[in-house]
């Protein structure tokens, strides 16, 4: 079993809809990320949380929205949906900041 | 200006050959560095830490030149299958950074 497990792995929806994107992690690692990467453009952190009780805005937050469910858990909103929201997204932990990060999988969101 | 900037290529190259490509961090606080391997639309993948001078595994070696503020990968004996997106990225007290990744295609 995949140890930072994203879902759902695709998604197509609508513009407006509400979407969550969920992550869980079986590291124990204590940080968790969101990313979104757009071709050519790497890729942008949107929420991090350092603990359950912590919750940071990154780069590009503006649409989205962050619960820390637990601390394997990491869940990431689009509230209501646009276009430009298409994207590849990864979760992410690590133990540290000292400590490289372990990615999901990756989500693949269309909207139209 | 992104604090971590790489050179996006693509570089091109025959198997065999040896490549560098370099990565440069503005933030001098940086504290630990990190390659990841990305293959396309996938998830990157830890290739090396660095966190002194360098490391070394096999065909891969990172150096680290915290003066001129870059670290360098090098692929010696590149094969096919290293043909991928290589992320230099930058980890310490705040939160890490990534560079909009290089490209490598080897071909036969």
């Known amino acids: 079993d995949a140890d930072v497990t994203q879902t759902p792995r695709n998604r197509i929806t609508k513009t407006g809809k509400r979407i969550m994107l969920e992550c869980s992690q079986t590291k124990g690692h204590d940080r968790m990320y969101w990313y979104r990467q757009d071709p050519g453009l790497g890729l942008q952190l949107i929420y991090y949380s350092f603990d359950v009780k912590d919750i940071n805005k990154g780069e590009i937050s503006d649409g989205y929205s962050v619960s820390r469910q637990a601390q394997a858990k990491f869940s990431l909103s689009l509230e209501s949906a646009i276009p430009n929201q298409t994207a590849l997204y990864f979760c992410?932990?690590?133990?540290?900041?000292?400590?490289?990060?372990?990615f999901g999988d990756g989500t693949r969101l269309s909207i139209l | 200006r992104k604090e971590v900037e790489q050179d996006p290529g693509p570089f091109n190259v025959p198997e065999g050959a040896t490549v560098a490509f370099n990565c440069t961090y503005s933030n001098s606080a940086s504290q630990s560095f990190f390659w990841y391997r990305q293959d396309c639309r996938k998830e990157p993948k830890l290739l090396m830490s660095?966190?002194?001078s360098g490391n070394e595994d096999g065909r891969f070696t990172a150096q680290l030149n915290r003066a001129s503020q870059y670290i360098s990968l090098l692929i010696r004996d590149s094969k096919l299958s290293d043909s991928a997106t290589y992320l230099c990225?930058?980890?310490?007290?705040?939160?890490?950074?990534f560079g909009r990744g290089t490209s490598l295609i080897v071909h036969p």
């Open positions: 660095v966190y002194s």
């Open positions: 992410a932990t690590s133990a540290t900041g000292d400590q490289p990060q372990h």
């Open positions: 990225g930058t980890g310490g007290s705040y939160i890490p950074t």
